[in-house]
């Protein structure tokens, strides 16, 4: 069995418990695309079997978010569910936030948030912050293809749409809008609505999906969140890649759906016109 479930995880769930309930309707491993805070909602793509080695390719899919900033002060996890550190009386307007949005679009650089994933000499970040160990972390390139106000959501709130490719945080985003503006911010809500294929619409809530008793039904196909371009072998050519003969083919150098006949193998890599299958999810 193989393919994605894409489950639309609520907030107020692990990310964990959401995977676990794929893995026991399938009996079989299954790896998720990036964890989701408890107290965030949505997009959640999970990988069933073989399919979880297909991640790394789709890690650079662009991303979109609903997430609502509140003003006012700020905490130590740069969301609500951290600790209030400082607080201003300073709350910005529709106009100011407008005025230094354009200055987020494009590359920039980004500090993460210390309650992450970030690895620092082998730990994660939120390991050491919990632990109440100091440490600096580095800026990093992060892409913001897009950030609209979309509406004042409070008195010290609104609510934004945000396109990014992955590795974007959208915490940090909070904290930086909120200094550009002379004040302070958090985040106080987010949904992921779109990661590459996987969007709200085309997903299936937790509590949906453990009680189908034909699961099955949700999975979709491995092949449609890889856009690379379609290479298809015949058997015997298939066959002897797995063997590690490896036979020149009429390929520009780059990266491949490679089918056998009849189904998708994985994802492959041509150099000097060499084939290798890199992701095998057959």
Known sequence: ?????????????????????????????????????????????????????????????KKTYIAEFTFGYSTDTLDITGKI????????????????????????????????????AGKRGYELARKGIDFTLEAKKVSILDVKLLEQTGENSYSFQIECRGGTYIRSLARDIGEAVGSMAVMSKLTTSVSGIFTLENGVSVEEFKASSNPEKYLISPD??????????????AT???????????????LYRVYNENEFWGVGSSKKGVLKIDAYVR
């Open 1 to 61: 069995m193989k393919g994605f479930i894409n489950l639309i995880k609520p907030k107020d769930m692990s990310s964990a418990y959401a995977v676990g309930a794929v893995k026991k309707k399938f009996n079989l491993p299954c790896g998720h695309m990036g964890t989701l805070d408890p107290m965030a909602d949505g997009v959640l793509p999970v990988g069933v079997h073989k399919t979880s080695r297909l991640f790394n390719y789709l890690l650079d899919k």
């Open 85 to 120: 550190e400082d607080k201003t009386s300073v709350v910005p307007s529709v106009s100011d936030i407008k005025k230094v949005l354009p200055t987020f679009i494009g590359e920039i650089d980004q500090i993460p948030p210390k309650y992450s994933a970030k690895c620092i």
């Open 224 to 237: 449609l969140a890889v856009d690379f371009p379609k290479v298809v072998l015949t058997n015997n050519q």
């Open 240 to 254: 002897r890649i797995l063997n590690g003969l490896f036979d020149k083919y009429e390929l520009q150098d780059g």
